[in-house]
């Protein structure tokens, strides 16, 4: 049972542009929010983190919004360039456990 | 940086085969995990490790067992191969238990089952 749900599945938009990826959970012991970025032939590697006291999250041009009323958290990614074509996961943790990871998303951005 | 290596990058093994994967990491990472990756279906997780000689379960530990016997080494053993095992194998390693301390990825271990 998929703990968290992302959507959408893929994503194409031009150079730019602004991807935004969803994710929704379920369980309020929740504490700790990453993402992570995938490129074809390697492992995930963090990209930008959220705790549930915090809204909002900034690092560069990627930002975490988070609504912990609706149990809800996304992905921005402002100014788009076709180097940030890559598989977006988010991820969920119960303190002292481990992540549980949505089904990714497939980002594609066009030049 | 953080290193996690993984022994194989591509493995083709024959069903019924008993199949060791390893992973090392080299920063002194208290916590190892192995996932496996299968389109649409996200990470899922196979087992853990907080310690030496520590194993928990994860979501789908059927077909599966693990060995930590040092602090740096994770090896994930597939008992018996079965076709439906053919996936991406991704090892991941972190420091802390409880602090907000992300995971470092191995390039990952691609298995074929034949």
């Known amino acids: 049972q998929q703990q968290v749900k992302q959507s959408p599945q893929s994503l194409i938009v031009q150079k730019g542009g602004i991807p935004i990826i969803n994710c929704a959970y379920e369980n309020t012991a929740f504490d700790y929010f990453p993402w992570y970025q995938q490129f074809p032939g390697k492992g995930p590697a963090l990209l930008i983190a959220i705790r549930p006291d915090v809204s909002e999250k900034k690092e560069g041009r990627f930002t975490i919004s988070f609504n912990k009323s609706a149990k809800q958290f996304s992905l921005h990614i402002m100014d788009s360039q076709p180097g940030d074509s890559a598989t977006y996961f988010c991820a969920a943790r119960v303190s002292g456990y481990a992540l549980n990871f949505g089904k990714g998303t497939s980002l594609l951005v066009t030049p | 940086d953080v290193k996690v290596t993984q022994s194989s990058r591509y493995l083709v093994k024959r069903t019924g085969e008993k199949v060791f994967l390893e992973c090392v990491q080299d920063m002194d990472h208290e916590n190892m995990f192995w996932y496996r990756q299968d389109p649409g279906l996200g990470l899922r997780l196979i087992y853990f490790s907080y310690d030496v000689k520590m194993k928990e379960k994860g979501d789908i530990p059927e077909g599966y067992s693990v060995s930590r016997e040092k602090k740096e080494r994770f090896s994930l053993i597939l008992e018996s191969a079965s076709t439906n095992q053919t996936s991406m194998y991704l090892c991941?390693?972190?420091?802390?238990?409880?602090?907000?301390?992300?995971?470092?990825f191995g390039s990952g271990t691609r298995l074929t089952v034949v």
């Open positions: 991941a390693s972190s420091l802390y238990r409880a602090l907000d301390y992300g995971y470092t």
